[in-house]
């Protein structure tokens, strides 16, 4: 008899099922992973919506940009137009298939809702920043037409296609292949691809430049990084679950990963920022770079490989500013309250 969804799989009958055993669980109660529910309950607080951003004053900032600046915008937008939608699809083609727990997956239902936010948000940039018809539609080509673009979403690709073809993760070198994907997916397109894009948004902020650009990062910046730590948290589960699938294989795998994702990014920000821009240039990126990837090995029990510092103070001076302001109107604009406290620091 195959196994379905409310068949047990006679592999796992008369033992604790762990997170990444095949199957399809539905039962909420006794709850598993609680810690994962908690994590959805805190994403339904976090919700926003895009017509809650003024890009009204943009329009009149993006005239006043430099030649320099205004290709760097170009890129920036074209590559937000693609990235949530290859984040989207990993979510719903592996990650849902294959983390096995009712809990996570409500998690997952509400991280892909919240994909589809950021791309009307970023649909909603490129109609008010390029309302040109052919710079709209070449942007939306940018993964076919601009070659850093395309380098970034072909790095994702290779690390992240090599399970599309399981259906389900039987055996450890299944395992190990998810869980390539799943720290790709998590440390180096939303974990650095994503946090080098909000540099330059908060560079510009910082210059009391493009204040809607940056309200909306800001908001999915808290997102992502809701995300990331979901993520991780799987990442946690699996360690503590099969402790053996983390050998030094896939530490060097992790580590090869993460410093091919830098090198991509420095190629984006070879393609944004050229010859340098005042306060933003492929030194300080990649030093920036190099420390962002840094704290996701350490975030995932590997040593640091850089050892770089972050050379741009406005990232958290910026974020601190808006995530005030966010707080403080939804207070008493909105009928989900949010509660707590949030804190950036170590994800920069």
């Not at 805190?42 to 919700?47: C, H, L, Q, V």
């Not at 294989?249 to 580590?255: A, D, F, G, I, M």
């Amino acid at each position: 008899m195959p196994v379905t969804a409310t068949t047990p799989d006679p592999r796992t009958v008369g033992r604790s099922r762990n997170l990444l055993d095949p199957g399809f669980e539905l039962t909420l109660r006794p709850m598993r992973y609680p810690a994962f529910y908690e994590r959805y309950r805190d994403a339904i607080k976090n919700t926003w919506t895009v017509e809650e951003v003024d890009l009204h004053s943009d329009v009149a900032d993006l005239a006043r940009l430099s030649p320099g600046e205004q290709h760097l915008i170009g890129r920036l937008v074209a590559f937000f137009a693609t990235g949530d939608s290859i984040v989207a699809n990993n979510l719903v083609l592996t990650l849902y298939r294959h983390i096995n727990s009712p809990e996570a997956r409500l998690y997952l239902s509400r991280q892909l809702f919240e994909e589809a936010v950021h791309v009307q948000f970023y649909l909603t940039l490129l109609d008010t920043y390029l309302p040109d018809p052919d710079e709209r539609a070449a942007a939306f080509a940018a993964v076919e037409n601009i070659d850093s673009i395309r380098e970034k979403a072909r790095f994702c690709f290779r690390w992240m296609d090599s399970v599309e073809d399981i259906d389900r993760l039987e055996s450890r070198a299944d395992r190990r292949r998810f869980l390539l994907n799943l720290i790709c997916f998590a440390a180096c397109i939303e974990g650095l691809f994503f946090y080098g894009a909000f540099a330059y948004v908060y560079w510009f902020r910082s210059r009391g430049l493009l204040h809607g650009l940056a309200t909306g990062t800001n908001w999915v910046f808290r997102d992502e990084s809701m995300h990331m730590s979901f993520a991780f948290d799987v990442v946690d589960t699996v360690r503590e679950e099969e402790p053996d699938l983390f050998d030094d294989e896939l530490e060097r795998q992790v580590v090869e990963m993460l410093e091919e994702a830098v090198e991509a990014e420095l190629q984006f920000a070879r393609d944004l920022c050229g010859e340098g821009l005042p306060g933003m240039n492929t030194d300080s990126m990649r030093e920036y770079l190099r420390c962002v990837a840094d704290r996701r090995l350490v975030r995932l029990g590997f040593p640091a490989r850089y050892g770089a510092t972050n050379p741009f103070a406005f990232m958290e001076l910026q974020n601190v500013q808006e995530l005030t302001n966010f707080f403080e109107r939804r207070a008493s604009a909105y009928q989900v309250a949010v509660e707590g406290s949030v804190s950036f620091d170590d994800d920069f």
